[in-house]
């Protein structure tokens, strides 16, 4: 009998199983799918390896996660991933995944996306998965633009910008996705850049391990339509990476909307990170005491008693 459970296309590695073996970690080449259709040079590439690093590092295997995300350049994210994800609706990915995360407890669920998707059309699914506390990690490539329909004005865009809907320079003053995610509720807000692998790594980790909506915050650059925008974050650049300083409480919210009000190369590391009841474990309490109600009960049963206590 073949040791492989499936006939796979040719560029896709599928491991072998050998039945009784103990399970290998994943490795970068069987995690790759279509090669990324990114511009040479786009942010997004670091992010894309730094997630594979994740999964090889903390062993997970293609049943123990699933990767999600909207659309735009950054949410191609999970074509180019070897294991269960959707490339969703734009600005949905948040409540599809939420979706996930409640009735599949067992999977580490990640989302990633851009700033239109997230902070523009998403705007509202971002403050209300944040809110209610949703186990989820959500990773979203700030590129200060929308970069796949070609330079348009983001939310995160600085003023001034100048793009095909700001011919003279945008007038809106940009969200600060660190203050937006504190005030929504989100339980863990951090911030990296694509430019500094071992924090991105260090934070996607972090994220991992909470227990709720973790959020990162990864400056990538769109180097075909807004080239420049984080040099002066990238030292390599001239630039400047200031961690957020150790003695910062990340538990004082106050503190952190602070840290996240520095100008513009700002703070990089965890803002803030509190410990509330998810979603996840509310709802299980509450599925748990309605199936002890019904217990031994024909589904059929369970609906006409509905039925009656509605008449
Ligand atoms: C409902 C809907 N409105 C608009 C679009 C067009 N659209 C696709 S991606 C996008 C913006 C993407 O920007 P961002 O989320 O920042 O991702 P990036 O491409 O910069 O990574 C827009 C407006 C769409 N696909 N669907
Ligand atoms: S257009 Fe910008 S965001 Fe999109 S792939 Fe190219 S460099 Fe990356
Ligand atoms: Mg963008």
Known sequence: MSETIAESPAHVAVPAVVPGAERKGLTKKELAADHPTW????????????????????????EEFVSIAGIGCSSRFPYFVQAHGAHYIHGRALPFATGISLSRPDLHVFVFGGDGDAFSIGGNHFNHTARKNVKLSYVVMDNWVYGLTKKQTSPTSPLGFKSKTDQW?????????????????????ARTTSTNPNHVLAMMEAAMDHDGFSFIECLSECVEFYEGAFDAANPRKGGMFKEIPKDHDVTDELAAYRLAGTDFPG????????????????????????MDKFKGLKPWQI?????DRLK
């Open 39 to 62: 511009c040479p040079g786009c942010g997004d590439f670091s992010v894309l390896a730094l997630y594979f690093k994740l999964i090889e590092k903390r062993k997970l295997a293609q």
């Open 169 to 189: 320079g945008a007038v809106d003053y940009p969200i600060n996705p660190m203050k937006q995610a504190i005030a929504a509720g989100a339980t863990f807000v």
């Open 267 to 290: 703070y990089f590391g965890i803002f803030y990170k509190s410990n509330k009841p998810t979603k996840n474990t509310k709802e299980a309490d509450i599925n748990k005491a309605a």
């Open 303 to 307: 609906l006409q008693k509905n039925f």
